[in-house]
C-alpha cells in the first residue's frame, strides 16, 4: 500500500488549496479514504472521509462547508479541495485507507 499526499503549502487566511493522495497496492476503488490532520502540539482529528463511489461524505464540523472531499477511481486518486482556509486549520494532513493505512503527510500552513 502507497498513499502520496501532495499540494500543501504556505497560504494566507480566507486561501484556498487543494490537496492530492495517489494510492498504489491495492483496489482503490475497494476502500474508504480519509483525510486526517495533526495540528502542532494536538491530537490526531479526522477531517473527511468519502465511500467507495464519492456519493456519501463526512465532514468534521471545524471543516464542514469550507471543505470537499473527492475521488477519481480511474486516477486512484482522492483530494481535499480546501477553502477560506483559517489559521487553526494549520497542520500535517495524512491521506488515509479505510483509517488503518497513511501517507507520509503534506504540511499545511495558514498564515
Known amino acids: 500500500v502507497q498513499l502520496v499526499e501532495s499540494g500543501g503549502g504556505l497560504v494566507q487566511p480566507g486561501g484556498s488549496l487543494r490537496l492530492s493522495c495517489a494510492a498504489s497496492?491495492?483496489?482503490?476503488?475497494?476502500?474508504?479514504m480519509s483525510w486526517v490532520r495533526q495540528a502542532p502540539g494536538k491530537g490526531f482529528e479526522r477531517v473527511s472521509s468519502?465511500?467507495?463511489?464519492?456519493?456519501?461524505?463526512y465532514y468534521a464540523d471545524s471543516v464542514k462547508g469550507r471543505f470537499t472531499i473527492s475521488r477519481d477511481n480511474d486516477k486512484n486518486t482522492v483530494y481535499l479541495q480546501m477553502n477560506s482556509l483559517k489559521p487553526e486549520d494549520t497542520a500535517v494532513y495524512y491521506c488515509?485507507?479505510?483509517?488503518?493505512?497513511w501517507g507520509q503527510g503534506t504540511q499545511v500552513t495558514v498564515s
Open positions: 468519502i465511500d467507495l463511489g464519492g456519493g456519501t461524505t
Open positions: 497496492g491495492f483496489t482503490f476503488s475497494s476502500y474508504y
Open positions: 488515509m485507507r479505510a483509517l488503518v493505512d
